[in-house]
């Protein structure tokens, strides 16, 4: 496992361009099975999670190429095969797969998904979605069967039960070349949902409502990709690097975001005191003192995501007074907690999905564990903010979400090191 050391208490400055979106990256690329020819994307992050999602593609015979931001794939000679369950296991975004080789083979066979560690998140509303487009699902031995090659897929209406992004994208997948109308009712309305059915469209699917509850969809018989698809900027990694700045920062122009994606998450910096310059595709944090304590909620999007919980935890140790997390999504995201307080941090988890904040002077640097991705990037801001030097163990995590991780610390003054990874060969 990759190791990451920082030696802390030196203000980060300058700037950090955003790179594209894990989020939607981890989707994009499963959905370019469904082509019927190659493909390309640009502003792709150099992550692990498209390491391992290039692995799932080459059991398939679909070769992938990814240089300098670019990542090239040529669906045209893919094969049904068995999926390797470790990359599977790595990443619970591969159960795109799911929707897409439903897509594109009327069935599909897929290792029950792993990704973090953040209590068991059912697929119960993928499943729904499929059972409704006249799939058969069965669950053997972790490993789930879909098939529809009796009748086919047909166009039907799916009304989730509750919102949720991977079940919203997984129908739209596999509803895309389905005969007839499919209609998503309380689907989610995350930007990356709009970006996945921007990329079908442009290849010549028909999806209409995306970003809005009620999604529609007509199916059609072929796609082919006429142009390469650049991919949204990352508006958690924009905010990851926004509580760096306010943390802990002397100024930080942060370079490729979409304002309207983080409206919720910059309130609460302003609501907190944060002095932001908010432009049409940047925002520079300035210093700030005496900052306010707030509650925050997380909810579904447009509302405060769940993924900007933890990020943001470090720079409410600043605030004079006791802020509040209520978690609604994961409320067992809270793996981060005994890690801070082992760097002096008073911060608590008094009941489930509740998180009790309260102003820390005083961060030491020691030796803890990145448990998940967010968690990981919580730990990277309080070991900046920390006197001496703090190593993360599991630093794997971090690196499977944040797009050349130590190339920008490094860029904003931070006195970083990884180890235990070939960062030159992280992707294959």
């Known amino acids: 496992m ?5 030696r802390g208490a030196k203000k980060v400055h300058g700037e950090v361009t955003i790179g594209g979106a894990k989020n939607s990256t981890v989707a994009l690329i499963p959905a370019a099975i469904l082509a019927d020819s190659p493909v390309k994307f640009d502003t792709v992050p150099q992550i692990l999670d498209v390491k391992n999602l ?3 593609l080459q059991a398939m015979n679909v070769s992938s190429v990814f240089e300098d931001g670019e990542l090239s794939i040529d669906p045209t000679t893919i094969r049904e095969s068995d999926l390797p369950s470790g990359a599977i296991k790595s990443l619970r975004a591969s159960y ?3 929707g897409a080789l439903l897509g594109r083979f009327g069935r599909a066979t897929v290792t029950f998904p792993g990704g973090d560690n953040l209590g068991r998140r059912p697929i119960d509303q993928h499943i729904k979605g499929f059972e409704a487009l006249g799939a058969k699902v069965t669950e053997t031995n972790d490993i789930i069967h879909i098939d529809a090659t009796d009748h086919g897929l047909v166009g039907a209406r799916v009304a989730l039960d509750t919102v949720s992004v991977g079940a919203t994208i997984n129908i739209i997948l596999a509803a895309v070349k389905a005969k007839g109308q499919t209609i998503i009712e309380n689907a989610a309305r995350e930007p990356e949902i709009i970006d996945i059915a921007t990329f079908l469209n442009n290849m010549g699917a028909n999806i209409r409502g995306a970003g809005t509850d009620t999604i529609r969809i007509a199916g059609v018989p072929k796609l082919v990709a006429r142009n390469t698809h650049t991919v949204i900027p990352d508006r958690i990694e924009a905010g990851t690097y926004m509580s ?10 942060i370079k490729n975001v979409i304002p309207e994606h983080l409206e919720s998450y910059t309130s609460k910096l302003i609501e907190m005191g944060v002095n932001l310059d908010i432009g049409e595709d940047e925002i520079h944090v300035y210093p700030s003192e005496d900052l ?5 909620k997380t909810m579904p999007y447009p509302g405060f995501a769940t993924d900007l919980q933890q990020p943001i935890t470090p720079l409410l140790l600043r605030a004079q007074g006791e802020s509040t997390i209520m978690d609604t999504i994961y409320p067992k995201r809270v793996r981060h907690i005994a890690e801070l307080r082992r760097m002096g941090a008073d911060i608590s988890s008094p ?3 509740i998180i009790k904040v309260n102003h820390s002077d005083r961060l030491l640097g020691t030796e803890v564990e990145a448990a998940e991705i967010r968690a990981g990037a919580a730990l990277i801001i309080a070991a900046i903010m920390a006197e001496g030097e703090t190593v993360i163990n599991e630093a794997d995590h971090i690196l499977r979400g944040y797009d050349r991780i130590q190339e920008k610390l490094t860029q904003l003054g931070v006195d970083v090191d990884i180890s235990g990874i070939d960062l030159i060969n992280l992707m294959p």
């Open 96 to 98: 795109y797969f799911m």
């Open 292 to 296: 306010q304590p707030v509650s925050i």
């Open 244 to 253: 760096m700045a306010a943390a802990y920062g002397d100024g930080v122009t």
């Open 2 to 6: 990759a190791k990451l050391v920082i």
């Open 351 to 353: 009941e489930p999905g």
């Open 54 to 56: 290039q692995l799932i």
